[in-house]
């Protein structure tokens, strides 16, 4: 536990800032879980729930939740899985 009053204020931002994060990666995943399923359901649809899910990944990358790289890569394979599938 800390012991100083600075450690005591970081540890408080360290928990605020992981349950914030938590929800935001939550977020993301339940955007990328959902788009998955439409592609397999409608591919056509797809489309326009993959500018949804982009935006909500590109968000969280800004914030600094994940990695920019990692933002990129997950937006790739995406679009990647619905060209496939309208193909």
Excluded at 8 to 30: H, M
Excluded at 58 to 64: C, R, V, Y
Aim: proline content about 1%; aromatic content about 0%.
């Amino acid at each position: 536990m800390a012991n100083h009053k600075s450690a005591k204020k970081r540890a408080r931002q360290n928990e605020v800032r992981r349950v914030r994060n938590r929800g935001i990666k939550s977020q993301v995943k339940t955007a990328i879980t959902h788009l998955r399923g439409l592609i397999e359901k409608d591919p056509a649809a797809a489309g326009e729930a993959l500018q949804k899910t982009t935006a909500a990944i590109d968000k969280a990358a800004k914030k600094g939740v994940i990695h920019r790289n990692t933002a990129s890569r997950k937006v790739s394979r995406l679009a990647q899985l619905i060209n496939k599938a309208s193909a």
